[in-house]
């Protein structure tokens, strides 16, 4: 049985944004004998505090680029990139990013897995904070198991579970889910709004799915195939928990298959290219 999110709650959207991104470039470099390959062409995006937004496009299409930009993996060509004000210009504790093949310790339990990046606290506050995460992903019990004991839709909730043990500003999350199978991935769909809407952090979420994206996101960043400009950005009309079968999800769902040229409802059409606008129309 599913469990439904809950109601979203209220997300603070005044101040200095949680992430803005200001006319991002990004070429990767020659190689020998071949050309500098563009991947992301002025990429201007702004994320309020305690906004979920997805990042959706085609394969190769520049997310993951875009993702350790921000994340600060990854130095862009050109524009800037500012974390709750700050420029980015490297890696920072602050920023954890869950990426779909995990980075978990396998050698290590679950709660020590969790508890990881909390040497600085005591050792009470540290198991507080350890076992309220756990609780929160669902792996009460679980607490001494290795990862090899787990399943994959366990072995997210520890990434999930160690990530926001660290308390971080932004959530940065690189298909996390791509692994699981389709009844998995949904559980966690569910888990994550619930648990967003429980900890009001900022979410920046890539997937291909658009399915997906429309159940997490309070907005959709749509990119176009490489090199990849912003093709539409979406706000989704849909309180929580989601009605996956009502017009407005469908007629969200048809904008940005229509924005990156294809279409459910008369078969896949092939892609637009360049010739569709930024509302998505082609
Ligand atoms: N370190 C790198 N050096 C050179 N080219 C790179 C590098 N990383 C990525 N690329 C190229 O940049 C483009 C975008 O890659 P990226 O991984 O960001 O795409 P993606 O949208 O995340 O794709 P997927 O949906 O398959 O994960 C690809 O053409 C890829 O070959
Ligand atoms: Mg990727």
Redesign the pocket.
């Known amino acids: 049985m599913i469990e439904p999110p809950t109601q979203s709650l209220p997300t603070e959207r005044t101040g200095t944004p949680a992430v803005l991104v200001r006319d991002v470039w990004?070429d990767?470099?020659h190689?020998q004998g071949s050309q500098a390959?563009p991947?992301l062409e002025q990429i201007n995006v702004e994320i309020p505090r305690g906004e979920f937004v997805c990042v959706v496009?085609?394969?190769?299409?520049?997310?993951?680029?875009?993702?350790?930009i921000i994340a600060g993996f990854?130095k862009a060509s050109r524009g800037e990139v500012l974390v709750e004000g700050e420029s980015v210009h490297g890696p920072d504790p602050r920023r954890i990013v869950i990426f779909?093949e995990g980075s978990v310790f396998p050698w290590l339990t679950v709660s020590a897995n969790v508890g990881f990046g909390l040497n600085h606290v005591s050792a009470a506050e540290r198991e507080r904070v350890i076992q309220h995460y756990i609780d929160m992903v669902g792996l009460t019990g679980f607490e001494s198991a290795y990862l090899r004991q787990l399943s994959g839709g366990m072995r997210q909730r520890v990434e999930i579970a160690r990530a926001l043990a660290a308390n971080p500003e932004v959530l940065y999350m690189?298909?996390p889910f791509g692994a699981l199978d389709y009844f998995t991935r949904f559980k966690m769909r569910a888990d994550l709004v619930r648990i967003w809407q429980q900890e009001k952090k900022t979410i920046l979420f890539?997937t291909?799915d658009i399915d997906e994206a429309i159940q997490l996101a309070d907005r959709v960043v749509v990119?176009s195939s490489?090199p990849?400009t912003i093709r539409l950005i979406m706000s989704v009309p849909l309180p929580r928990p989601r009605d996956l079968n009502s017009p407005i999800y469908l007629e969200t769902r048809d904008r940005i298959l229509n924005a990156l040229g294809m279409s459910l409802r008369n078969g896949i059409n092939a892609s637009c290219g360049s010739h569709s606008d930024a509302s998505g129309n082609c």
Do not use: A, I, W, Y
Request: hydrophobic letters at 30%.
């Open positions: 990004m990767f470099p190689k390959t991947v496009g085609p394969s190769g299409c520049g997310k993951t680029t875009l993702l350790n990854l779909q690189d298909e890539v291909h990119l490489r990849s």
